[in-house]
């Protein structure tokens, strides 16, 4: 089945959330202890994808490019105002806690979706139904769904729906993709979307560490506009 392995993904944010809720009772201070390790490593994951480019000036042009049209849609505040959405349907906001769940859904979705294993994986499921790809994204997602739901809240259980509608559809549409895109700038494609996202990431490991409030999800659309402006560079060079 072509969405095994985005299904098994998503059902693993949700399980590993699941018991990440349970162990949510502890200590304020160990919470944040553990939340700022968490940002760490996030910024040192961003920083080692970010590396991984050949093109620098066409990640920054993406991301400044990207970034105009993220603002001009509002794709942050459209995420946010889900969140708060399903937040308000869950259980009324308490003093002090409205918006907990939309920080969490909008952090967790952000970081399980920009990077390179998750367009690898779902090409690779939808093209030659293999799932070993996604199967091991879904482990360290799972793995990260465990103490990001402990810190951040139950929000982190919802970042499982963009996770499959985006892998899904990427699955879907492999076939489509490997005859129209040939394997040489696919290759390149991914490796400057790593870094790309890699940026990306680093800017949710700075928000998680409230050093900053970059908004990163008006920065998605960086990604296909990297994707156009190297089917140009290809198209004229």
Same mark, same amino acid.
């Given at each position: ?56 000036? $066409?990640?920054?042009? #993406?991301? +400044? ?7 001009? *849609?509002?794709? &942050?505040?459209? @995420? !946010? /105002? ?82 499959? $509608?985006?892998?899904? #559809?990427? +699955? ?7 005859? *129209?895109?040939? &394997?040489?700038? @696919? !290759? /390149? ?49």
């Amino acid at each position: 089945m072509v969405l095994t392995g985005t299904l098994v993904n998503g059902a693993a944010i949700v399980v590993a959330g699941g018991l990440g809720l349970l162990v949510q009772n502890i200590p304020e201070k160990m919470k944040t202890t553990v939340l700022q390790a968490i940002a760490l490593a996030v910024i040192l994951l961003g920083i080692q994808m970010g590396l991984q480019t050949q093109q620098f000036l $066409l990640v920054i042009a #993406s991301l +400044a490019i990207g970034g105009v049209m993220g603002e001009w *849609i509002g794709i &942050d505040s459209y @995420l !946010n /105002q889900f969140g708060r959405w399903i937040e308000s349907v869950i259980k009324p906001a308490k003093s002090g806690e409205s918006g907990k769940v939309a920080q969490a859904f909008v952090t967790t979705t952000l970081i399980y979706v920009v990077g390179a294993m998750a367009v690898l994986g779902s090409i690779d499921s939808g093209l030659r139904g293999d799932h070993s790809l996604l199967y091991t994204k879904a482990m360290l997602d799972g793995l990260s769904a465990i103490i990001f739901a402990s810190t951040l809240g139950v929000g982190v259980l919802l970042s499982a729906i963009p996770v499959i $509608l985006y892998q899904g #559809s990427i +699955a879907l549409m492999a076939t489509y993709i490997a005859v *129209i895109v040939p &394997d040489y700038f @696919l !290759n /390149q494609f991914i490796l400057e979307m790593s870094a790309v996202g890699g940026i990306m990431v680093v800017a949710i490991g700075l928000n998680i560490l409230g050093l900053t409030a970059i908004r990163v999800a008006n920065l998605l659309p960086a990604l296909p506009v990297l994707a156009g402006l190297m089917w140009l560079i290809n198209s004229i060079f």
